[in-house]
C-alpha cells in the first residue's frame, strides 16, 4: 500500500567529553551503530504500525547494508526493491557531547547512487502503490522520476528534508508537502512571515495540493488547499526524552493513514500521536511505536 522511496544510512555515534580541534584526537565511548536514513526511518515506522510498506533505495554490498535490509526485513518491510552495491552503504558519522548536542557528518555513498534508471526498474511497484512517500536524501532527479513514474491514482507525500528548492513539477504533485519549521522556512526564505498559519498559505501558493507543517511539541499544522481549511493539531503532552526521528514517525504515519483512505485532517490526528510516542524513547527506528502503544497515549 505504501512505498517509500529514500535513504538508507548506518548511524555511527560516539559520545565524547568534547569535540577535537583540527588536528586533535580525542578518545570517545565505545561506537554504536543503528540503521537510519529518512527512507529507512519512514518504511521501518509504517511496518511497525502494521502498513504493508516497500523500500525502494540502494545500500552499498557491506556489513551495513547487511544490517540495514536485516532489520527492514524483521520489520516485515518489502525490501524486493532494495538494490545493493555500487558504492559504500551510506553513513552518518555522529558525535554526541555531554549537552546531547549532535555533531553530523554525512556520506550519502549508495544513496546517491540510486539512479532515475533505478525508479524505472521498479515501475510496477510505484504504480500499485496508493501512496509514496519520498523525501531528499537521494538524487533531485531520482525524486523527479518518482514524480513521474507514480500511478494515476498515486497519492505523492513528500517531506523536503535537507530543505533544497524543488522543481514546481514536483510541488504541483505533492499532497501533502510535509515541513518542520526549518524547512518551511528555507523554502519560502526572505518573505516567510512571522506565523505557522502564513507559512501554510505561502506555501499552498507554491503548488502543493496540501501542505503539513510540524511543530514539535505543539503538535502540527494541516492546510487542505482544496477546501482552505487549516487546522492545528496538538501533540498528546508526553516526556520527551529523544526527538530524533520523530518527523519520519510522523510522515510514515500520516502516508499509511492516507493510503488507508483517511481523510488529511484525520491521518494527521493520528501521526501527531505516532510522532508524540517517537519521542518517548531513545533513538530513531527503535523508538518507533507499535499500534498499542499510539493508542495508549
Ligand atoms: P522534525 O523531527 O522533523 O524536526 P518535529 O520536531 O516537528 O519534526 O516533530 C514531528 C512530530 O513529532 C510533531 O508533529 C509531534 O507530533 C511529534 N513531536 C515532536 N516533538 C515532540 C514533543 N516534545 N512532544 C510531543 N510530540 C512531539
Redesign the pocket.
Known amino acids: 500500500d505504501l512505498v517509500v522511496v529514500g535513504s538508507a544510512n548506518a548511524d555511527l555515534v560516539i559520545g565524547v567529553e568534547r569535540r577535537p580541534a583540527p588536528g586533535e584526537t580525542v578518545l570517545g565511548s565505545d561506537l554504536a551503530v543503528h540503521p537510519g536514513g529518512k527512507g529507512a526511518n519512514q518504511s521501518l515506522a509504517a511496518a511497525r504500525l502494521g502498513a504493508r510498506t516497500a523500500l525502494l533505495a540502494r545500500v552499498g554490498d557491506d556489513g551495513h547494508g547487511r544490517l540495514l535490509l536485516e532489520t527492514q526485513r524483521a520489520a516485515g518491510v518489502d525490501t524486493d526493491g532494495v538494490l545493493v552495491g555500487g558504492a559504500p552503504t551510506g553513513v552518518a558519522l555522529i558525535t554526541v557531547d555531554p549537552s546531547g548536542d549532535n555533531s553530523i557528518v554525512v556520506s550519502p555513498g549508495a544513496n546517491g547512487r540510486l539512479t532515475p534508471e533505478d525508479v524505472r526498474a521498479s515501475a510496477p511497484l510505484l504504480a500499485a502503490a496508493r501512496v509514496v512517500s519520498v523525501q531528499l536524501e537521494i538524487p533531485l532527479e531520482t525524486l523527479a522520476e518518482t514524480v513521474r513514474g507514480r500511478g494515476p491514482d498515486t497519492r505523492l507525500v513528500l517531506n523536503p ?1 535537507p530543505p533544497a528548492p524543488l522543481p514546481d513539477e514536483v510541488l504541483a504533485a505533492c499532497d501533502p508537502l510535509v515541513v ?3 524547512e518551511a522556512r528555507f523554502l519560502l526564505g526572505e518573505g516567510a512571515g512571522a506565523a505557522p498559519a502564513d507559512w501554510a498559505h505561502a506555501l499552498l501558493a507554491r503548488g502543493p495540493r496540501s501542505v503539513v507543517i ?4 505543539e ?2 499544522l494541516v492546510a487542505d488547499g482544496r477546501t482552505g481549511s487549516l487546522d492545528h493539531l496538538v ?4 516526556h ?1 526524552v529523544d ?1 530524533t ?6 510522515t510514515a504515519a500520516l502516508a499509511w493513514r492516507l493510503g488507508r483512505g483517511d481523510g488529511l485532517r484525520a491521518a494527521a490526528a493520528y ?6 510516542a ?2 518517548m524513547a531513545r533513538g530513531a527506528q527503535e523508538s518507533f511505536p507499535t499500534p498499542a502503544e499510539v493508542d495508549a497515549l
Open positions: 528534508s518542520n519549521e526549518h510540524t511543530l514539535g511539541a503538535g502540527a501533540s498528546p503532552k508526553v520527551a526527538t526521528g520523530a518527523g519520519d514517525a510522523f501521526a501527531v500521536r505516532v510522532g508524540a517517537a519521542v
